[in-house]
C-alpha cells in the first residue's frame, strides 16, 4: 500500500526532535509499503532532504522513505500568530498534494489540529482512507492552559475537532486521556486505539560514550530534563525547587535542561538573577544519536509540565520513553497515568504538583539512595520499556489500526 503520513514536525533522529513517525514510517517500508512523509522546516528536526528548495519544496528518499518537506520554518520560539500562520500555510499546501497525490492511505498526525485538514480532504473530495493520530486534545489544552482565549476561535477550533474524529475512518490516541477524549464524539470504540509514544530500545541498548557538558562534574548528581522550555512545560518548577536547595545548603545537585523554548530566555535571566548557577544548567538540544550518551552519564530523568488537569492524562511525553529506555529512575511532577506508571512499577518517585519543598526534597533523597538502589529503578524503567513500551510491539498495533487489518 501507499500511505501518504502528513507530520510537519517530521525528524529523523540525526534531529533534535521526536522521532515516532520516522520510526513507523521506516518500519512500514520494511514490511512492504510505501510512504510519502510530507513535513515542513522544524527548527529542532532534521528530515534528512538536503537539496535546494524549488516552488517552496524539496523531495528526495531518506532511507526508502520518500519526503515531501516544505520549506515553512518553525520554531518553538515564535509566538502564537506566526506559529499559527505558519500551520495554516501547512494545511493548505498539504490539502493541495492530499487531492493531487495518488494514496491507498491518509494518515495525518498531530500537532496542531490544522494537520487533520489534508485528512479530512482526501477523504471528501478522493474518497481516500483516513486515519488520524492525536498527540494533544485541541483546543481542550490550550483553553485548559489559556493560550487561546478569542471565543470565535475556540469555535472555530471545536468545529474543527468535530469534523476531523467525524472525518476519521479510525483514529489512534497517544494516551488514555486522548483516546476517551475522541470517543467523545460517538466514534465506535474498535475505530480508536490507544498507542503511546514507544521506547527505542534499540538505539539505547548499544554501548555509548557517556558525557556531560563541562559545567557539570562526574562526582555531581545529575537530573535530566530533556525537551521544550515552553509555558506547557512549567520549567520554573525546577527553579522554584533549586531556590529551596540553595537555602537548605544542599550541595552536588544539578538540573540539567536541554532543549529550546519560547520561555527559556526568561528561564535563563531567572536563574541569573537568583544565583541558581550552582543547581541550574542549560543546554542546547542535541540529537537523539547523542542523546543516548548524556542519558547514560545521567542519574535521574525529570518528567516535569505545569499542572493543568488536561495535562494529567492527556499526554504522552517523548522524553519519558527515553528515559525508560535508558534504564533512568523518573521524577515527575504531576498527577495521572504517568506518575501512577512510576509509582506501580518502583522506577522512581511523583510529588504533588506545584509544591516546590517536596520538589526539592525528593532530589535530596534520590541523590542520597545508595548507587545500588537507584540502579535497580533504572531496571525495573528499562524492563517498563522492554515489556510494554517497545517500538517493535507498538508498530504491530499501530500497523494493524492503520491499515484496518
Excluded at 101 to 123: C, H, M, N, Q
Aim: glycine residues 10%; contains cysteine; hydrophobic residues 45%.
Amino acid at each position: 500500500m501507499k500511505i501518504l503520513y502528513f507530520h510537519q514536525h517530521f525528524s529523523t533522529p540525526d534531529g533534535a526532535a521526536g522521532t515516532r513517525s520516522y520510526e513507523m514510517a521506516s518500519r512500514l517500508v520494511s514490511n512492504g509499503h510505501q510512504v510519502l512523509m510530507v513535513c515542513g522546516s522544524y527548527g529542532n528536526g532534521i528530515t534528512g532532504l538536503t537539496g535546494p528548495f524549488r516552488g517552496g519544496k524539496r523531495r528526495g528518499w531518506v532511507e526508502g522513505i520518500e519526503v515531501i518537506e516544505f520549506n515553512l520554518a518553525y520554531s518553538n520560539r515564535d509566538g502564537v500568530l506566526r506559529r499559527a500562520w505558519t500551520f495554516v500555510k501547512f494545511a493548505i499546501r498539504s490539502m493541495r498534494l492530499a487531492i493531487s497525490e495518488k494514496s491507498d492511505i491518509v494518515f495525518a498526525t498531530t500537532t496542531p489540529l490544522t494537520a487533520a485538514l489534508p485528512g479530512i480532504a482526501a477523504k471528501w473530495i478522493r474518497r481516500r482512507p483516513f486515519v488520524f493520530e492525536v498527540r494533544d486534545l485541541w483546543p481542550e489544552l490550550p483553553k485548559a492552559m489559556g493560550v487561546i482565549t478569542n471565543k470565535p476561535v475556540l469555535w472555530a477550533l471545536g468545529m474543527l475537532e468535530w469534523l476531523a474524529y467525524k472525518s476519521a475512518d479510525r483514529i489512534i490516541g497517544l494516551s488514555p486521556g486522548i483516546a476517551d477524549g475522541t470517543a467523545r464524539f460517538g466514534k465506535a470504540p474498535r475505530a480508536i486505539a490507544m498507542i503511546p509514544n514507544g521506547c527505542d530500545v534499540r538505539l539505547f541498548q548499544d554501548p555509548v560514550e557517556p558525557w556531560r557538558p563541562a559545567e557539570i562534574s562526574g562526582d555531581d548528581f545529575l537530573a535530566v530534563f530533556t525537551g521544550t522550555h515552553g509555558i506547557a512545560n512549567g520549567l520554573d518548577a525546577i527553579i522554584d525547587a533549586a531556590t529551596i536547595l540553595k537555602k537548605r545548603g544542599a550541595t552536588g545537585i544539578k538540573a540539567l535542561l536541554i532543549g529550546d523554548g519560547k520561555e527559556k530566555r526568561q528561564l535563563i535571566e531567572r536563574v541569573r538573577v537568583e544565583r541558581l548557577e550552582e543547581y541550574i544548567v542549560f543546554h542546547n538540544p542535541v540529537p537523539k544519536t547523542q542523546l543516548t550518551g548524556l542519558l547514560a552519564s545521567a542519574d535521574l530523568g525529570l518528567q516535569i509540565l505545569a499542572n493543568v488537569p488536561a495535562f494529567y492524562y492527556g499526554t504522552s511525553p517523548n522524553k519519558f520513553f527515553d528515559y525508560l529506555a535508558a534504564g533512568l529512575p523518573i521524577l515527575t511532577n504531576y498527577p495521572g497515568w504517568i506518575a501512577d506508571m512510576v509509582e506501580d512499577n518502583q522506577c522512581g518517585m511523583a510529588i504533588p504538583a506545584a509544591n516546590p519543598e517536596l520538589f526539592a526534597t525528593a532530589l535530596i533523597n534520590m541523590a542520597n539512595k545508595s548507587e545500588i538502589d537507584r540502579a535497580a529503578m533504572g531496571e525495573r524503567a528499562k524492563k517498563l520499556a522492554h515489556v510494554q513500551f517497545n517500538r517493535d510491539h507498538l508498530f504491530v498495533k499501530f500497523s494493524n489500526h492503520l491499515l484496518g487489518s
